[in-house]
């Protein structure tokens, strides 16, 4: 079982800016998307059980949230080759991050110790942003169901 996360960002503060590689090549900023409604949810590793049920939970809600206007962004350690696999096997519409120097789990403060079989190691944390067009934090996810999440936000767009 994961352990619970103190998380130090909080609804209404601005939200980190970063600059990544992405899945397909591409390259792009949190900046690239003022004015639009972000949800950046960040998930331990590809094509791993938990996170495929969510991605695809995003993918199969992905027409929903662009009729609403909002952008998603998948964020893991992985690299862009992993990702460029793991969207091609489960047709993932939206760009995954490849934050493999970890400074985007860093700075949302999504990495850090968990437990799994008795084990300490560290890792990311399953945890959702919903920012807003103007860069603020909305709503914070820190816990998630994979299967029910893309609901979850849903609902609160």
């Not at 939200?15 to 090549?25: C, E, L, M, Q, S």
């Not at 493999?100 to 850090?112: C, N, P, R, S």
Request: glycine letters at 10%; proline letters at 4%.
């Amino acid at each position: 079982m994961a352990k619970t996360l103190e998380l130090k960002l909080k609804a209404g503060d601005v939200a980190p800016g970063f600059t990544v590689a992405t899945n397909g090549g591409g390259r792009i900023s949190l900046a690239d998307y003022r004015g639009k409604n972000v949800i950046l949810y960040f998930y331990p590793k590809d094509d791993t059980p938990g996170c495929t049920k969510e991605a695809c939970a995003f993918r199969d809600h992905f027409a929903d949230f662009k009729k609403r206007g909002a952008v998603v962004l998948g964020v893991s350690p992985d690299a862009v080759k992993s990702h460029d696999k793991f969207v091609a096997k489960f047709k993932l519409p939206f760009l995954l991050l490849a934050d493999d120097a970890k400074e985007i789990v860093q700075a949302y403060g999504v990495w850090g110790e968990k437990t799994f079989m008795g084990r300490k190691y560290l890792g990311v944390h399953r945890v959702t942003f919903l920012i807003g067009g103007d860069g603020r934090i909305k709503k914070i996810w820190p816990t998630v169901k994979p299967e029910e999440h893309a609901a979850e936000v849903l609902a609160a767009l």
